[in-house]
């Protein structure tokens, strides 16, 4: 069974800074993986994802790895701004079905 | 181009009632699926559809019920409700169910049991 688990649970960085989120899963033979956002009390939005034959995906100042190997993702958010605080999801899904399988989140407070 | 949208955003029910919540995915978007949101499980999925058959389906009990119709709108029923059902229930559309398949999640509806 696939397991999903993603350190930190909280992450509170200041202004600016540079962070890495860390996402790892435990059956490496995963068909895409998924990064989300949600901010309190609302959806998910999809900030990447990478196919399993990719290593990388940038959006701006997001950029997602993938090392299927190893069973673990990274989410790098360059020049933090309070606008990123909220809760990151990263999700695997293992086949070409919809079913995602999530971790429990970090919850990432960026203060001015 | 509209995103997925749910109906109703909030609802308060008591034990033992029933409900329906509505999904309409991203217009072209065939495959819609339903999770669950609870603090102390995270997201867990219940059910795939795509075009009107349900394709995957999670380990819930069977008072978690679903269909989809013909123009790819999904409803989700949850009977005889108990106070562990309350939940943000997130529903996501993707184009296809056999390809790539990137989710897009609507705003959910927070459903609270009495």
């Known amino acids: 069974k696939q397991e999903v688990t993603q350190i930190p649970a909280a992450l509170s960085v200041p202004e600016g800074e540079n962070l890495v989120l860390n996402c790892s899963f435990t059956d490496s033979a995963i068909y895409n993986l998924q990064w989300f956002r949600q901010d309190p009390g609302k959806g998910l939005t999809s900030l990447l994802l990478i196919q399993s034959s990719q290593r990388e995906q940038t959006s701006g100042r997001l950029n997602a790895s993938l090392d299927k190997s190893s069973g673990r993702s990274t989410l790098y958010i360059a020049a933090s701004q309070p606008g990123d605080s909220a809760t990151y999801l990263c999700a695997v899904r293992k086949t070409s079905g919809s079913r995602l399988t999530f971790g429990e989140g970090t919850q990432l407070t960026v203060n001015p | 181009k509209a995103g997925v949208t749910q109906t109703p955003r909030y609802l308060i029910k008591t034990r033992g009632q029933q409900v329906t919540l509505s999904c309409s995915p991203i217009?072209?978007?065939?495959?819609v699926s339903w999770y669950q949101q609870t603090p102390g499980q995270g997201l867990q999925f219940l059910f795939e559809y795509f075009s009107e058959t349900q394709r995957n389906k999670g380990n819930f009990p069977g008072r978690f019920s679903g269909r989809q119709f013909s123009n790819s709108r999904s409803e989700m029923n949850v009977s005889t409700l108990e106070l562990g059902d309350s939940a943000l229930y997130l529903c996501?559309?993707?184009?296809?169910?056999?390809?790539?398949?990137?989710?897009?999640f609507g705003p959910g509806t927070r459903l609270t049991v009495l």
């Open positions: 996501a559309s993707s184009l296809w169910a056999s390809e790539v398949g990137e989710q897009f």
């Open positions: 217009s072209g978007h065939r495959s």
